[in-house]
């Protein structure tokens, strides 16, 4: 007795044979809609039976019409399963090579699109695929169309920020309520000028603090802290972390940590964004940690290291206390007997 491809029990009375099966009339139906198919054209996939309408590609869901490949039981147009299987570039959209590289926001691209600018504020190729292109200065500095989307362009909004910033700072103890800090946005000329270091000629400078000092007979007689230069148009959680380094250097002003060394006094500061950042659960705030855990310069990425590696000897406040007294970062020992 003939045995039900469908239902696996025996066939009693009228049934069919089909597909080199055989089935009850009932169960003969197609395999996606469930509808009878003894009237119906059909089409076959892996032994099952289909109306033609009915045989989809998993990866559009539109009809299988002519060519296709199998591919877990199932059939895919080509092009779907390329582009399911066998990711595409986000540059040029062209499947990628079996090497290649991925961002940290998840784009895969080609080597050969390394060539392209990358974003200074979120390290994304700046292309019109992935951030519909940015602008680009002509020192280096390049921002792309997702950040520009949430920039910091007024000076009521920097003003908010800057003010939001000095109570993160004194939520640790770096108090600057009653100090005057003015924000000033500016955009890349003003930023060079300002600058008193000779280092930002090879890298993008986005913020910095001003301030003069009058001496006399090789004394200072009076200091005064002129205002902070932030970059125009910064996204939002960047110009937030531009902001609480300058805020940190104002506060070594304001507190007459006078001559610091440029890595000690800059790897505090870095360190200060740093957290700040901790605080937070996005994915800016992961990428921003990461850049400045990575950091190659000599000035800012080894004085955060030696910065963090201070905390882990001291408290922040003995720790701000050792610096200005020793100048220097402690070792274990000097930590040790520290008081």
């Known amino acids: 007795?003939?045995?039900?491809?469908?239902?696996?029990?025996?066939?009693?009375?009228?049934?069919?044979?089909?597909?080199?099966?055989?089935?009850?009339?009932?169960?003969?139906?197609?395999?996606?809609?469930?509808?009878?198919?003894?009237?119906?054209?059909?089409?076959s996939f892996g032994g099952r039976p289909f109306h033609p309408r009915c045989l989809k590609c998993p990866g559009c869901r539109k009809t299988i019409k002519s060519e296709y490949i199998e591919h877990e039981g199932m059939p895919w147009h080509l092009p779907c399963y390329r582009k399911q299987h066998h990711p595409l570039c986000s540059v040029c959209r062209k499947p990628l090579p079996s090497e290649y590289m991925i961002d940290f926001w998840g784009n895969s691209f080609c080597p050969n699109h390394q060539r392209y600018s990358n974003c200074s504020s979120c390290g994304r190729i700046v292309c019109k695929q992935i951030t519909d292109g940015g602008m680009q200065y002509p020192d280096g500095l390049?921002?792309?169309?997702?950040?520009?989307?949430?920039?910091?362009?007024?000076?009521?909004?920097?003003?908010?920020?800057?003010?939001?910033?000095?109570?993160?700072?004194?939520?640790?103890?770096?108090?600057?309520?009653?100090?005057?800090?003015?924000?000033?946005?500016?955009?890349?000329?003003?930023?060079?000028?300002?600058s008193r270091h000779n280092f930002h000629n090879e890298r993008p400078i986005l913020g910095l603090a001003r301030w003069s000092t009058t001496t006399a007979g090789g004394n200072v007689i009076a200091r005064n802290f002129q205002d902070i230069l932030i970059q125009k148009d910064l996204p939002e959680e960047h110009f937030r972390t531009v902001a609480i380094h300058e805020l940190t250097h104002a506060w070594f002003f304001y507190n007459q940590y006078y001559d610091l060394p440029l890595q000690i006094e800059e790897g505090m500061c870095v360190m200060m964004e740093y957290s700040w950042l901790k605080g937070l659960d996005t994915k800016d705030a992961e990428y921003r940690r990461l850049a400045i855990e990575n950091s190659d310069d000599p000035v800012?990425?080894?004085?955060?290291?030696?910065?963090?590696?201070?905390?882990?000897?001291?408290?922040?406040?003995?720790?701000?206390?050792?610096?200005?007294?020793?100048?220097?970062?402690?070792?274990?020992?000097?930590?040790?007997?520290?008081?």
């Open 1 to 43: 007795m003939a045995t039900c491809q469908n239902c696996r029990k025996p066939i009693h009375g009228n049934g069919l044979q089909a597909l080199g099966s055989h089935w009850h009339t009932h169960c003969f139906n197609c395999r996606t809609c469930k509808k009878p198919l003894l009237d119906s054209s059909f089409v």
């Open 142 to 194: 390049v921002i792309c169309n997702i950040c520009n989307l949430r920039s910091v362009s007024t000076q009521q909004q920097a003003d908010r920020i800057v003010a939001e910033m000095k109570s993160a700072l004194a939520s640790v103890g770096l108090i600057l309520h009653k100090s005057s800090t003015p924000v000033t946005l500016c955009g890349r000329d003003e930023l060079r000028e300002a």
């Open 300 to 339: 800012y990425g080894d004085g955060f290291r030696k910065a963090k590696a201070s905390l882990k000897l001291m408290p922040l406040k003995t720790l701000l206390s050792f610096i200005k007294e020793k100048g220097c970062f402690p070792t274990r020992w000097s930590a040790f007997f520290y008081h």
